[in-house]
């Protein structure tokens, strides 16, 4: 079946650090994978998506690359600042013809100044 | 520039009362869904529509009943509330075809006493 699995949050971090979310997936087939951002008090935002293998998703300075070896789609960013402070979730799309998501459990990050 | 609109956006309820969460979207979209967010459980899938007049069930539908009249709109119904459906509820919608870029509404947070 599909399942994602993040790493346990929450991620405390001073503004400027470096920021991994490790994000791994077990599907059948090639899902889509993408990462979402939720931001406090609203609904989730795509933040970026990768389609197939060896891809890289990236927007807003957050990047993730698509390894299928791995089977994983961690999400990075160089240097974060406090308005990156939000729970982000890892999520896959079963390509069976619905639009229907798997998430992860979310990782909730705080960046402090 | 009104996108998911979801209501009500917070709602208590007693055991046994039935209620109905309303969604609508405004960008021609064929996919519509809703989901519940739980701590520590992420999103979960309770029914989906590929277009009006089509509906399926998600991961986790029991205790919710969901219509599709038209395109714009994707009620979800709790018919009797139990307290294990208190959670965050959001709908979302996507145009078929881009699996998995959902557009979110904000959210309706439900209380069952």
């Known amino acids: 079946g599909n399942s994602v699995t993040q790493m346990e949050g929450p991620v405390t971090l001073s503004e400027e650090a470096f920021l991994t979310i490790n994000c791994t997936y077990t599907a059948t087939g090639y899902p889509s994978l993408f990462w979402y951002v939720q931001y406090p008090g609203e609904g989730l935002q795509l933040l970026l998506k990768?389609?197939?293998?060896?891809d890289k998703g990236s927007n807003k300075g957050f990047e993730a690359t698509y390894r299928k070896e791995t089977t994983s789609f961690h999400l990075e960013k160089g240097s974060v600042q406090v308005s990156d402070s939000a729970v982000y979730f890892c999520a896959l799309s079963d390509r069976g013809g619905a639009n229907n998501l798997f998430f992860g459990t979310g990782t909730r990050l705080t960046v402090i100044p | 520039n009104a996108g998911v609109t979801q209501t009500p956006k917070f709602q208590v309820l007693k055991t046994g009362q039935s209620m109905t969460l309303q969604c609508a979207q405004d960008m021609n979209h064929e996919y519509m869904s809703w989901y519940r967010q739980d701590p520590g459980m992420g999103l979960r899938l309770i029914h989906y529509?590929?277009?009006?007049?089509?509906?399926d069930q998600g991961e986790v539908p029991n205790g919710y009943n969901v219509s599709r009249s038209t395109t714009e709109d994707f009620p979800l119904r709790l018919l009797s509330a139990a307290p294990s459906q208190t959670s965050v509820y959001f709908c979302?919608?996507?145009?078929?075809?881009?699996?998995?870029?959902?557009?979110f509404g904000e959210g309706s947070r439900l209380t069952v006493l």
């Open positions: 529509s590929v277009g009006a007049g089509i509906t």
């Open positions: 990768a389609t197939k293998a060896d």
């Open positions: 979302a919608s996507s145009r078929q075809g881009l699996a998995g870029e959902l557009f």
